[in-house]
C-alpha cells in the first residue's frame, strides 16, 4: 500500500469579533474606540446595508456557513487558524492602537464549530486588551480544549510548537507522525514591541528581526523537539531553508502568491476567513469580500507538496457562502497573475475548487 497523504487546512484570519460578537448568542460590551466607529453595531449596520438583515442571535456555526460542509467533506488530518482576536470581556484597551478586537469567551463555540487543532495567536490582536485580556483569552482556548502557538505566560510557552498528532484514518493507512506548528510574528506586521512575552513577562513570540539568526532560532526550537515523521509548519517564508515543511502566511487582507520551493509550499498570505468586514469601502478592487478554503495534501516524512486545493467563499450578511462562476473565475485569474512570478499557476478544478498546477 502507498504510504498516504497529509492533508492540512488553513485559512486566513478569524476574527468573530466587534460586529460578528453582536449578533452571536452572548454578545460583550459593543463600546469601540474608533475614529470611525464608537459602537460595534456600527459594523452589523454595514452588512446589513449592504446584502440584507443579519438574523439576531445567529447560531454559532453561523459566520462558517458553507465552509462546514466543505471541510466535513474533505476532512483534513490536521486544522489550522489564525485566532486574530482577544478573548475577553475586558475594557481595558491597549494604548496607542486605532482599532481593537474582542469577543465575548461565551461565544467561543463559534469557534470550536471548526474544530481547529491548533489556534496561531503571534498577531497584532491578541493583547488589544491588555496582558488581563491575554490571560482570559489562553484560559477560555484552554477550557475549550483548544491548541496554541505563539503567545502564552512567558517567551518559553510563546515560542513553543503545538504537537498535532495524526489521526489514522481507515481509507488513508497509517498514521505519519505529528504536525508541529509554530507561530511567531514581527514589528512590521503591526504588532507592539511591547507585546513580547520575556521570561517573566506573558505575550507573544514577537521575532527581534527579519534575520538568518532569527530564522534560525525558530527552526532550531521547532528541530529540537522533533521525532521521525513530524512536519513542521510556521508562519514566515524565510524558513523554508531552515528546515520547515509549510509557511501558514496571515494578516493580508486578500489572498496573496502561492509559491512551491524546492518542494514545500509557502502561502504568503491566506487573506481574511472571519470577520466583519462587509460593506466597508475602499479598495474594492481586491476584492476582500472573496475568501479561501486552503487545502494541502503533504507527503509524510519528507513533507513535501503533493497537492494544493483552494475552495472559493464569499462573505455575505457575515457568513461564508459558495461563490459565483464568475467570481471563481477572477479568484483564478488573479491568484494566478500574483503568483507566476514566484513559479506558480493556478487553474479552476472540480468541484469549483482552484489547484495548483505542480511541475510548471
Request: aromatic share 6%; proline share 8%.
Given at each position: 500500500m502507498?504510504e498516504r497523504?497529509l492533508?492540512?487546512?488553513?485559512?486566513?484570519?478569524?476574527?468573530?469579533a466587534?460586529?460578528?460578537?453582536q449578533?452571536l448568542p452572548?454578545?460583550?460590551n459593543?463600546?469601540?474606540?474608533e475614529t470611525?466607529?464608537?459602537?460595534?453595531m456600527?459594523?452589523?449596520?454595514l452588512?446589513?446595508?449592504?446584502?440584507?438583515?443579519?438574523?439576531?442571535?445567529?447560531?454559532?456555526?453561523?459566520?462558517w456557513g458553507?465552509?462546514?460542509?466543505?471541510?466535513?467533506?474533505?476532512q483534513?488530518?490536521v486544522?489550522?487558524?489564525?485566532l486574530e482576536?482577544?478573548?475577553?470581556?475586558s475594557?481595558?484597551f491597549a494604548?496607542g492602537k486605532a482599532?481593537?478586537?474582542?469577543m465575548?469567551?461565551?461565544?467561543?463555540?463559534?469557534?470550536?464549530?471548526?474544530?481547529?487543532?491548533?489556534?496561531a495567536?503571534a498577531?497584532?490582536?491578541?493583547?488589544?486588551f491588555?496582558?488581563a485580556g491575554?490571560?482570559d483569552t489562553?484560559?477560555?482556548?484552554a477550557r475549550?480544549?483548544?491548541?496554541?502557538?505563539?503567545?502564552?505566560?512567558?517567551s518559553?510557552?510563546?515560542?513553543r510548537?503545538?504537537?498535532?498528532?495524526v489521526?489514522?484514518?481507515?481509507?488513508?493507512g497509517a498514521a505519519?507522525g505529528?504536525?508541529?506548528?509554530s507561530s511567531?510574528?514581527?514589528?512590521s506586521?503591526?504588532?507592539?514591541?511591547?507585546w513580547?512575552?520575556?521570561?517573566?513577562?506573558p505575550g507573544?513570540?514577537?521575532?527581534?528581526g527579519?534575520?538568518?539568526?532569527?530564522?534560525?532560532?525558530?527552526?532550531e526550537?521547532?528541530?529540537?523537539?522533533r521525532q521521525?515523521?513530524?512536519l513542521?509548519?510556521?508562519?514566515?517564508?524565510?524558513?523554508?531553508?531552515?528546515?520547515v515543511?509549510?509557511?501558514?502566511?496571515?494578516s493580508?487582507h486578500?489572498?496573496?502568491?502561492v509559491?512551491?520551493?524546492?518542494?514545500k509550499?509557502?502561502l504568503?498570505?491566506?487573506?481574511?476567513?472571519?470577520?466583519d468586514?462587509?460593506g466597508?469601502?475602499?479598495?474594492?478592487?481586491?476584492?476582500?469580500d472573496?475568501?479561501?478554503?486552503?487545502?494541502?495534501?503533504?507527503?509524510p516524512?519528507t513533507?513535501?507538496?503533493?497537492?494544493l486545493r483552494?475552495?472559493?467563499?464569499?462573505a455575505?450578511?457575515?457568513?461564508?457562502r459558495?461563490?459565483?462562476?464568475?467570481?471563481?473565475?477572477w479568484?483564478a485569474?488573479?491568484?494566478?497573475?500574483?503568483?507566476?512570478?514566484?513559479?506558480?499557476r493556478?487553474?479552476g478544478?472540480?468541484g469549483?475548487a482552484?489547484?495548483l498546477v505542480?511541475?510548471?
Amino acid at each position: 500500500m502507498a504510504e498516504r497523504l497529509l492533508t492540512l487546512f488553513a485559512c486566513g484570519d478569524v476574527m468573530p469579533a466587534r460586529g460578528l460578537d453582536q449578533v452571536l448568542p452572548y454578545p460583550g460590551n459593543p463600546g469601540l474606540r474608533e475614529t470611525y466607529a464608537r459602537d460595534a453595531m456600527t459594523y452589523v449596520g454595514l452588512a446589513e446595508r449592504a446584502n440584507g438583515p443579519i438574523p439576531r442571535p445567529v447560531s454559532f456555526s453561523w459566520p462558517w456557513g458553507d465552509a462546514l460542509p466543505v471541510l466535513d467533506a474533505a476532512q483534513p488530518d490536521v486544522r489550522l487558524i489564525n485566532l486574530e482576536t482577544s478573548v475577553t470581556r475586558s475594557a481595558d484597551f491597549a494604548p496607542g492602537k486605532a482599532v481593537h478586537y474582542r469577543m465575548s469567551p461565551e461565544n467561543l463555540p463559534c469557534v470550536t464549530a471548526v474544530r481547529p487543532d491548533v489556534c496561531a495567536l503571534a498577531n497584532n490582536h491578541v493583547l488589544d486588551f491588555g496582558r488581563a485580556g491575554l490571560a482570559d483569552t489562553l484560559r477560555a482556548l484552554a477550557r475549550a480544549g483548544l491548541a496554541v502557538a505563539g503567545a502564552g505566560q512567558d517567551s518559553a510557552s510563546a515560542s513553543r510548537a503545538a504537537a498535532v498528532p495524526v489521526p489514522v484514518h481507515p481509507d488513508r493507512g497509517a498514521a505519519a507522525g505529528r504536525v508541529l506548528v509554530s507561530s511567531c510574528g514581527t514589528t512590521s506586521s503591526g504588532i507592539p514591541p511591547g507585546w513580547a512575552a520575556t521570561v517573566t513577562r506573558p505575550g507573544v513570540n514577537l521575532l527581534p528581526g527579519l534575520s538568518d539568526a532569527a530564522a534560525d532560532a525558530v527552526a532550531e526550537r521547532a528541530g529540537a523537539v522533533r521525532q521521525r515523521g513530524d512536519l513542521v509548519v510556521v508562519s514566515v517564508h524565510w524558513l523554508i531553508d531552515a528546515g520547515v515543511d509549510l509557511i501558514h502566511g496571515h494578516s493580508s487582507h486578500h489572498p496573496r502568491p502561492v509559491e512551491v520551493y524546492r518542494g514545500k509550499l509557502i502561502l504568503y498570505g491566506c487573506g481574511d476567513c472571519i470577520d466583519d468586514y462587509e460593506g466597508i469601502s475602499g479598495h474594492d478592487e481586491f476584492r476582500d469580500d472573496l475568501r479561501l478554503l486552503y487545502f494541502a495534501d503533504l507527503e509524510p516524512g519528507t513533507g513535501r507538496l503533493a497537492a494544493l486545493r483552494m475552495v472559493p467563499m464569499q462573505a455575505r450578511q457575515m457568513r461564508l457562502r459558495h461563490v459565483s462562476a464568475a467570481d471563481r473565475r477572477w479568484l483564478a485569474r488573479t491568484l494566478d497573475r500574483i503568483s507566476r512570478p514566484f513559479g506558480s499557476r493556478i487553474e479552476g478544478g472540480p468541484g469549483g475548487a482552484l489547484e495548483l498546477v505542480l511541475g510548471t
